[in-house]
Structures are given as C-alpha cells and as structure tokens.
C-alpha cells in the first residue's frame, strides 16, 4: 500500500473517515480468506506474540489479577473465572497460555477454582480450525476451553459459547472478565485526527487501485491500494458518545500539533464487554503502540503497514484515559518496550485492590521481561554455534522450552554431540520433551518432530525418537526419510520385524534407500 494521489489511479472512494474506510473490508476479506495459512507462511507476523515466554509472563499477570478478585472469599465459588482472548489467530497462544495456567495452578494449588477460557476471532474458519484442532482437545474435554465468534468492530454485547452452549449477556458474569488481547487493536479500525493550533480535525482517507475491477478478496488486494490524506475541521462533540469527546478534547487541549489514531470501534467493544460482568473489566494487550502521550502524535498522517494484514500502532494512551475517566487504573513497564508494549486496564478493581496482579506483572515485565528475551534472541541467534553447551541450554530454559528456539538450536546441539558427558546427554533428552510438550502445530514446513526425533535418536533415547518420528509421520505424511529413520529407532529397540516392514514401506517409494546406512536427514 502507498500513499499519495496518481493520476492514472481508479478512485474506490474519497474523503473516507478513517475508521469507515474501505481498507478494513479489504482487512476483513484478508483473514476470512487465508484462514490459518496467514499464520501457516508466516505472511501474519505472530511469534513474538505467540512464544511461551510471553504466554507463561501473562498467565502469572492474569492469576494474579484472579487471586486479587477472590482474596477474601472463603469458597472458591462455582462459577467460573471467564478469560476472553480476542483474535485468538492460529490458537497458539491461546495453548501456551492454557498450558502455563495448569502448571501454575498446580504450583500454588489452586486447581480447584473454575476458570473459562474463551478463545475467539471474527472469522469461522479459525474456530473450525482449532476446535477441530487434537492439542487443544484435552482443555476443551475438561471444561477449561470455550469458543466464540467476536467481531470487535460489531460487538452487540453478547457471547455465545459454542461447546458449553451458553449466551452471555449484559450482568451474566458475576466475576470480572479478563479480556486479552494480543496483535488485535493495531488491525481493527481506528479513527485519525490533526490536531494544530487548539483545532481539531479529522484525516480523510482517498482509496485508490491501479486494478479498476478490484476484488476485495483477491490475494494482495491491500498491497494494490494506494492512499491519499487530507484534513477537514469538525466540533470537538465528533462523537454520540461523551466519554470518547472528553478523550478528544483533552488531546486537542494538551497536544502541540500532530496526527493521532484514536480507537474509538476498539473503545465501543470493551463497554459492551465490561457490560458482561456488570462493568468491571480486566484487559491484558500487547501490540505496537504508544502508552506515553508525548510520542502519540505523528507529523504526517498515519501510515498503514502491510504484511498480508495491514495495521497501525495502537493508542494505548487512550485506552489508558478511557479506563481513567471511568474510574479504572492501568499497569504499565517502567521502561521503554522495544517489540512489544504489554499493559493491563483495569475497570471496578476488586474492593482489596489488585497486589497479586500489580506484583505480577512487575515480576514479568519490569525486569527479565519477555520483550527482553525476545531481542536478546534476535542478536544471539545467529551465534549459537559459538556457544557452550551449558549456555546453549540455558538460552532454551530461560526460552520456558520454546520449540522454535530449540530447532534453532539443534544444530549447535549436534556439533557437540559426541563431546556431551552422561548427564548433558540426559539434560539435552529432557530439554526436547519439554519443548515438544509446548509444540502447536499449525503446518509450517519446518517438521520439528522429525528434528527433535533424530536428536533424540543420537542421544541414545530410541524410545523418545521413534514416539517423535511416529509424530511426524501424522503430521507430516509417509516420508521414506521418517520410516527409513523410524526403522533405524525399531532395530535400536530390538523389534526386527516392525522396523523390516518399515523399510519395506520407505524402500517402496524411494528404491535407493536400501543402499544407505544410518540416519536419514529431512532438509526440504
Ligand atoms: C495479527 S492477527 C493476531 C493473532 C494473534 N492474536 C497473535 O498474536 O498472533 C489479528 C487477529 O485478529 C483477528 N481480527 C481482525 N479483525 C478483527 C475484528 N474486527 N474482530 C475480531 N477479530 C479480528 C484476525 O482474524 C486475526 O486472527
């Protein structure tokens, strides 16, 4: 997508404010699409929302937020705790999250308290996808895992839980909602305004194409855009809604000059959300964004970043306001948060205030921060072959045993192979475990079990390998690699005959198998 007017350009529309653009129908058509492929290719940037790290720091924020809500009540209470995740995307996040919320549980004993976490998007593919989807499953079979079609541009103020068949509606919930909501505000409509001098005015936006018969859902349709600004003046009363002038106001009072997104659909949502659960409201979000008012406003109009999607940075500093004015309270990093900022919103705090969750998050976030880790990696990736063994396996704790990190790892793993004592070699095999434990497999061509199976294999551990190249074989189809190195695992175990038929099957599609000896590698 590129901004300003040409003259060869077929016009869609003019003069649009932002929010009632043609680019969010654009948006809109884009997931509803692709599916889970905009995650699959990795079109969709996802992995530093959707890493354990990440998923395990907002776990302790949002028990601790629980904790804070039940403090003082002598039974747990029959009713579940709802978590709301909107624009859950590939579900990936949603199952580490679900897996750091068991282990914590069980840590501090506290398996007895009901919670309901909802996962949900605005297209239907993406629950099919994961209600159809084995890993998550086992929640779902224990009543911890609910889904729901939320559209946030069209919240009407009810959810339907599609496996409880239940309809929530305004006051059904008697404890708080938690709501979180991660990579979701930067590509759901937002307003933009200038504001110079003490006047206010509002970004129109001009859409154009070089295709004039253009599909809104075609593939790259939002790449073919082109857009063009300009600025007209309106009264500070923009909107029906006064809480959302009184926001406006206070920015055309307090800023020099500039434009400003303004999220007014987003704002509009979480009312109705807070409606559920009689007006308290626990929101956990991580995005692109300004929390701090003096970098909110830009000297240009915004610009729209395109990767599949497209999106904007979120104004947090209105959410912020917004939950202010309303008599809410916010919980933010004391530094600056490079990839990502994560901030809690509080509305109707529990009568004891909110100890647990302000001490969570400071423990997540203040210090050795998932945001840190997550720029840490991208400097040390690409030296892990100089690292010690020790200092490799300390990258994929400190990881919480992420499974990317660790297949980025492995080849480092494997130069030291025949050096490892006895106990690294055992220290590596648990390491795999664990990471293949926090595995969620959304058909990215990387096949990791066949990676993890082969290391395991070279640790001595066949019964593990063959378990891990079983796995690939399911996810990803009878490769003669898999049943060739499956067979290797069988003859290891002292079964003849199953790793016999497995080569018979391996040298059936791939003749010249039967003249290699050893492990087979899978490079494409
Ligand atoms: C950039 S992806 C983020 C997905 C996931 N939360 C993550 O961090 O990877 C944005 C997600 O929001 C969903 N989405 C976009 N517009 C939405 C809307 N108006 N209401 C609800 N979900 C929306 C998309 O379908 C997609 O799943």
Request: net charge negative; hydrophobic share 45%.
């Amino acid at each position: 997508m590129t901004t300003g007017a040409e003259d060869s350009l077929t016009t869609l529309e003019t003069n649009k404010p932002l929010s009632e653009s043609v680019l969010w129908r654009a948006q809109r058509s884009y997931f509803e699409r692709v599916g889970i492929d905009a995650w699959r290719d990795a079109t969709v940037p996802h992995y530093v929302t959707c890493n354990p790290a990440l998923a395990h720091a907002m776990a302790q924020v949002v028990l601790g937020f629980l904790r804070d809500c039940n403090a003082g009540e002598a039974r747990a209470g029959s009713e579940p705790f709802h978590v709301l995740e909107l624009g859950a995307g590939s579900g990936r996040f949603a199952f580490l999250f679900l897996r750091a919320l068991a282990e914590l549980r069980e840590v501090m004993g506290w398996s007895h308290v009901p919670i309901r976490y909802v996962m949900s998007d605005f297209t239907e593919s993406n629950l099919r996808f994961w209600r159809a989807h084995p890993a998550l499953r086992p929640f779902v079979t224990a009543g911890l895992l609910d889904f729901a079609l939320v559209d946030v541009e069209r919240m009407d103020g009810t959810l339907e839980l599609l496996e409880s068949k239940t309809m929530l509606g305004a006051g059904s919930l008697e404890r708080p909602l938690t709501v979180i909501a991660n990579y979701v505000f930067d590509g759901v409509a937002q307003d933009a305004f200038f504001i110079e001098k003490g006047q206010l005015s509002e970004c129109l936006f001009t859409v154009a194409t070089e295709t004039p018969e253009l599909d809104l859902s075609a593939a790259n349709v939002l790449t073919r855009l082109r857009l063009a600004s300009s600025r007209r003046a309106v009264h500070p009363d923009y909107y029906p809604e006064p809480e959302l002038n009184g926001l406006l106001r206070g920015y055309t009072d307090r800023l020099d000059g500039g434009s400003v997104l303004f999220p007014a659909p987003a704002l509009r949502c979480l009312e109705k959300l807070s409606a559920l659960s009689s007006g308290s409201l626990f929101l956990l979000s991580a995005d692109k964004g300004h929390l701090d008012e003096a970098s909110l406003a830009l000297e240009v109009d915004p610009q729209v970043t395109v990767h599949g999607s497209f999106s904007l940075p979120v104004n947090y500093h209105a959410f912020q306001q917004w939950f202010l004015r309303k008599g809410g309270e916010h919980i933010c990093a004391d530094h600056r948060q490079s990839s990502l900022v994560v901030a809690a919103f509080i509305l109707g705090a529990p009568a004891r205030g909110m100890p647990e969750a302000r001490l969570a998050y400071h423990l997540a976030f203040n210090g050795p921060s998932p945001d840190g880790f997550f720029r840490l990696r991208q400097g040390l990736e690409a030296h892990y072959e100089m690292l010690e063994f020790e200092q490799l396996l300390a990258h994929v704790r400190l990881s919480r045993y992420d499974a990317r990190i660790l297949g980025d790892c492995l080849p480092a793993f494997s130069q030291k192979m025949t050096t490892l004592s006895a106990q690294e070699r055992v220290a590596l095999a648990q390491a795999i475990g664990r990471a293949w434990a926090n595995y969620f497999h959304i058909g990215e061509s990387r096949d990791l079990a066949f990676a993890f199976a082969a290391c395991l294999y070279q640790l001595g551990e066949s019964a593990s390998a063959l378990a891990l190249f079983e796995e690939s074989l399911v996810l990803y189809g009878e490769d003669p690699r898999t049943l060739w190195n499956l067979a290797m695992c069988l003859f290891a175990l002292g079964r003849p005959e199953d790793a016999a038929r497995a080569l018979v099957k391996a040298g059936e599609s791939f003749p010249l198998l039967h003249a290699h000896i050893g492990l087979l590698p899978k490079t494409g």
